[in-house]
């Protein structure tokens, strides 16, 4: 049981830093479904730079700037130049872990990284990665509910023409919370190669960021909401993992999709009855 409790605090780390990203995004009116293209860039971008420093640290912040850097893609395509949300992120999960293989194969001549021995340190044996999830899903619970520029950020995504007539820059707000989103994720996708696997390969995410994705739908967009949701993840991907062992009249493949049947299931029964920022996904013309 503590073995279980374990891996599901270590799988749901990377899920809360990537799910905080979809939060502060679609909660200024910005659909970001290219998490999965930033975790795996991310997931790149931390491994790599682990390997050379030797220090996971600088692989974690790395992380994040790659993470930053392919969601200012996506901001300029949608807040920029009023792009459909949607076909850029789609776009994103391709371009993002097309650039981690393409620099792979440059520095380690092969689809994968060579391990990396370096990793993200423990606190009473609980991955540093799940504390500073723990940490950002408080921070942004008090920025977004109880600051001035939170309640901005929910005015805009609720209805960004009348927080346009309060002076508020709308395009500057939801430009600088897509990059935040971007940051969130590559920190998501470094905790998988600094603090789980030790290794980037093509498939080191493995759809981690849509599931990040359906966390925001179950939370209700809310920091807290995602918290819990990504704990329910976490626990049936290490259930997952722990039957893998057992002697099971169930084939292999069926346990193996678990995590990803929960998430179909949790979109089937939820996203009719959360209720999502009224403008997201609505590219805001203030000429209109």
Known sequence: MVLLISIT?????????????????????????????????????????????????????????????????????????????????????????????????????????????????????????????????????????????????????????????????VSLTRFLCVIASGVFAGFGGAAFTLSIVSVFMPNVIAGAGFIALAAVIFGKWTPHGLLGACLIFGFFQALSIHLRGQDLPVPLQIITLLPYLLTLIILVLFVGKSVAPKAVGVPYNKEA
């Not at 995004?25 to 730079?49: C, D, H, P, R």
């Not at 992120?89 to 097309?98: K, Q």
């Not at 950002?136 to 009348?162: D, N, Q």
């Open 9 to 169: 605090l270590m799988y749901a780390a990377p899920l809360i830093l990537a799910g905080l990203g979809g939060v502060i995004s679609e909660k200024s009116g910005v659909v970001n479904l290219a998490l999965e293209g930033i975790m795996t860039i991310g997931a790149f971008a931390g491994a790599a730079v682990a390997f050379v420093t030797g220090n996971a640290w600088l692989g974690f912040f790395a992380a994040g700037a790659a993470g930053g850097g392919l969601a200012l893609m996506h901001a300029i395509a949608t807040v920029t130049f009023k792009a459909d949300q949607t076909i850029s992120g789609v776009a994103l999960n391709f371009i993002g872990p097309g650039l981690a293989i393409f620099f792979t194969r440059i520095l380690f001549g092969a689809v994968r990284s060579d391990p990396v021995t370096a990793r993200m340190p423990k606190i009473f044996n609980i991955d540093i990665t799940l504390i500073i999830g723990i940490f950002f899903v408080i921070a942004m619970y008090i920025f977004l509910y109880k600051t001035k520029w939170g309640l901005r950020i929910i005015a805009i995504g609720e209805h960004p023409a009348a927080a346009d007539t309060l002076g508020i820059n």
